[in-house]
């Protein structure tokens, strides 16, 4: 992936993948690097006449010009025609393309990428725990926040990778006098998968009564087929972990944050592989009791962690 450019640097950019939040940054990098005002343009309904005057020439009130137009893949009749407009574009301009999802297949795209300085921003996922790390306690210093490695690490874990949710974080965490793991706590709400995988351990932990108090607080906030969904997701990972050999490695293998997967790990050696298969058992029984309605299914759900904290 390439930095951001600046106005001089090419004519033509092509900003695109589903990480939206980096793509807004790289395309408010370019805009303030542009001595004036960019001209935005929705490409999906742009039409053929149009394009003379956005991709051809200044205007009598600027010699230079920045055009940005997005989404110009989702309207097919332009986006076929585009390779046969590239060439024709005044150096006076500065196209950028926003895609997020171009279809890399098509004649357009490939011409782009022949043509076009392409930067790509892709989404984070649990792999990339150290670089959110990174990125956000750079970011918080460029804010003025003091954050240790451990409370950047806390944060992340908290929060997740999601770059919107990091940064909603840190303008809230400004707020405070102090910044640390306790405080987080009381000021940041966690993200679903970290609320799952306490409930999981919680109960192969057998603390019945934070079970009960979790699951009363869960039922009111999340939908029991995806808390399910993601539970089983947390038995599949903890069964990986338990049949995984000295020459495996289940948390790179099975994508599991390595954070999870050091604490399934100690659940998995206390109980033992015939205890985990049990587990696993009594998650396919629940699930084939919530495919048939056989009762409601929080009180499946209820009914299966409790069976797991005894």
């Known amino acids: 992936m390439s930095g951001h450019l600046s106005y ?11 990480n939206s939040f980096e793509l807004r940054e790289a395309l408010q990098a370019i805009v303030a690097g542009f001595d004036g005002a960019a001209e935005r ?29 997005s989404d110009l893949s989702s309207n097919s009749s332009l986006w076929q025609k585009l390779p046969s407009w590239l060439p024709r574009l005044s150096d006076d301009v500065h196209l950028v393309l926003v895609e997020e999802k171009p279809d890399k297949r ?40 003091k954050l240790d490695k451990k409370t950047v690490h806390h944060l992340v874990t908290r929060v997740g990778v999601d770059q919107w949710l990091l ?5 809230t965490l400004a707020l405070l006098d102090e910044i640390t793991p306790e405080a987080i706590n009381r000021t940041i709400i966690a993200n679903e998968s970290e609320n799952i995988f306490e409930l999981f351990e919680t109960a192969l932990s057998g603390n019945r009564a934070a079970l009960q108090d979790t699951l009363r607080t869960l039922e009111q906030q999340e939908d029991p087929y995806a808390t399910f969904a993601l539970l089983s997701s947390q038995a599949f990972s903890l069964s990986a972990v338990a ?39 009594q998650f396919a029984q629940t699930d ?19 069976d797991l904290a005894s």
């Not at 995984?244 to 997967?261: L, M």
């Open 167 to 171: 940064a909603n974080a840190l303008e």
């Open 8 to 18: 001089t640097e090419t004519m033509i950019t092509l900003l695109t993948g589903d």
């Open 41 to 69: 343009v929705d490409g999906a309904g742009l039409e053929l006449r149009q394009l003379p005057d956005l991709l051809m020439g200044g205007t009598l009130f600027a010699e230079k010009r920045l055009v940005i137009i």
């Open 106 to 145: 098509t004649v357009a795209y490939k011409a782009l990428k022949e043509a076009a300085q392409v930067q790509e921003y892709p989404a984070w996922t649990e792999r990339d725990q150290y670089k959110a790390e990174q990125w956000l306690e750079a970011r918080a210093k460029g804010q003025g926040l």
């Open 288 to 306: 084939a009791d919530m495919k048939v309605s056989k009762a409601e299914p929080w009180i499946l759900i209820e009914r299966l962690l409790f």
């Open 243 to 281: 049949y995984a050999d000295n020459t495996q490695n289940p948390s790179k293998d099975f994508a599991i944050h390595p954070f999870v997967a050091s604490k399934l790990t100690r659940h998995a050696q206390r109980l033992g592989k015939p205890a985990v298969t049990r587990i696993m058992k």
